[in-house]
């Protein structure tokens, strides 16, 4: 057991297609899953991943915290194996469970030996099919996560997580704590689990994404397996539409903390639009790009007010933040806010210059390898790719639409999505 688990730890760190063409196969299964998959003889693994559009935004405020409950209590009890029982099934063949929950998507990896998939896969299989919900371990976990709960209320860099998300999606699912809330936990019962799953968990609504040591049939007969064992209920609808602040907002919330935790933003954008890739750009020069940023030199080189600033769009299934980021001392929180919102507002009526879009390409396009360069990255991607039903090209074209990208349509881009006379903010540590 000892030699199986430290060859998967070392296949793992092994890069297997760092230079390499990916070509991604795409098929529906029988009852309706779609499933994407990369053939790669390279090492004898075999990666899987399952996703389903499960994620938080299918909470409601009444049901808060049911989305990862549920994923997270199917992995520890399916079809009368306890979780002890499924650990160890894993773990004698050095296979490894995995998974997420994020807003979107609630998923499932699987890591395996490829001499070993079978039996990996029966186990797998079994806590995608039938999860049992164990009734103790729900009340264990339910009380597990309300004193995280509590916890995280005192902390100052989760209050103000919890605050901007809530104020920037305040009529909206993507604006639910994705750990739920303390009432909600606590009213949580076992067959909110079991209909969460039975909705939500569907053939029809499956991505499967496969890479690694098998052939095109073996992926097929895998993917199969996978999806019928599955509800066979219809496929999930998608989230409502994001709607924009119609004004500013500003929540200055007192703690003791010594440095203030200051957020801003606005709705971003959602996965396949086509502004990504100039806001993408754009953003590398005014905040993603670390210290080599506008807002890191106005804010911390320039002026010494913060160690670090940041700036990054999360494009989700519906518009998602574009987010804006500092800590900085208590005293020095007002005039920190004030230099990042006039780098912003300047930023975007001036654009980039053509140094700053060579540098930001070169940069992007020089790294973009060490995206791909493992089977479990590429996964990632097909995941990714299947779930948002972006082209079958998306890596291939990736470095194409970058080098595309002028600075005129920047400039267009952020003048036309990034408002920031209706920025919500949060500052947690108010003065």
């Not at 807003?103 to 186990?123: G, H, I, P, W, Y």
Request: net charge neutral; glycine share 8%; proline share 4%.
């Amino acid at each position: 057991m000892f030699f199986k688990s430290a060859l998967v730890l070392l296949l793992i760190s092994f890069n297997v297609v760092a230079n390499a063409a990916v070509k991604i196969n795409h098929w529906q299964t029988s009852t309706g899953a779609q499933v994407y998959f990369v053939e790669n003889h390279d090492l004898p693994i075999i990666d899987m991943a399952v996703n389903f559009p499960a994620g938080s935004a299918r909470d409601t405020k009444a049901t808060s915290g049911v989305a990862g409950v549920t994923r997270y209590l199917m992995t520890l009890g399916a079809d009368g194996m306890n979780e002890e029982a499924i650990t160890n099934a894993f773990a004698d063949i050095g296979a490894n469970l995995g998974g997420e929950l994020d807003v979107d998507r609630a998923a499932f990896k699987l890591r395996t030996l490829t001499s070993e998939s079978a039996k990996a896969l029966e186990t797998f299989n079994k806590i995608l099919h039938k999860p049992d919900f164990p009734q103790a371990i729900l009340e264990r976990e339910k009380t597990r996560i309300v004193a995280g709960l509590q916890e995280s209320a005192t902390q100052p860099e989760s209050i103000s997580n919890k605050a901007f998300i809530q104020a920037l999606y305040p009529n909206h699912p993507y604006g639910l704590d994705e750990s739920g809330e303390i009432e909600t936990i606590n009213a949580m019962k076992r067959d909110d689990l079991i209909a969460f799953y039975n909705t939500y968990y569907t053939a029809k609504s499956a991505v499967i994404a496969l890479i690694g040591d098998m052939t095109e049939a073996q992926a097929k007969t895998i993917a199969e397996d996978a999806a019928k064992g599955l509800p066979q209920g219809a496929a999930v609808p998608k989230i409502a539409e994001v709607t924009y602040p119609s004004a500013s907002s500003e929540q200055r919330i007192v703690h003791p903390a010594s440095q203030a935790h200051i957020l801003l933003g606005y709705p971003g954008i959602k996965r396949g639009d086509p502004d990504y890739f100039a806001l993408y750009l754009g953003n590398y020069v005014l905040g993603g790009g670390g210290f080599v940023s506008r807002l890191t030199e106005e804010v911390r080189e320039k002026r010494g007010l913060v160690y670090s600033v940041y700036s990054y769009f999360m494009p989700m299934a519906e518009i998602g933040p574009f987010q804006i980021g500092l800590q900085t001392k208590k005293e020095q929180a007002d005039e920190a806010t004030k230099v990042v919102n006039a780098t912003v507002a300047k930023f975007i009526a001036n654009g980039v210059t053509e140094k700053e879009l060579k540098a930001a390409k070169d940069n992007i396009i020089g790294g973009f390898p060490m995206r791909i360069d493992s089977n479990a990255k590429i996964l990632d991607y097909l995941s990714l790719i299947g779930f948002h039903k972006l082209p079958l090209t998306y890596l291939e074209d990736f470095n194409k639409q970058v080098a595309k990208v002028t600075a005129k349509q920047i400039k267009d881009a952020f003048q036309r999505r990034i408002k920031p006379q209706d920025f919500v903010s949060v500052t947690v540590g108010a003065q």
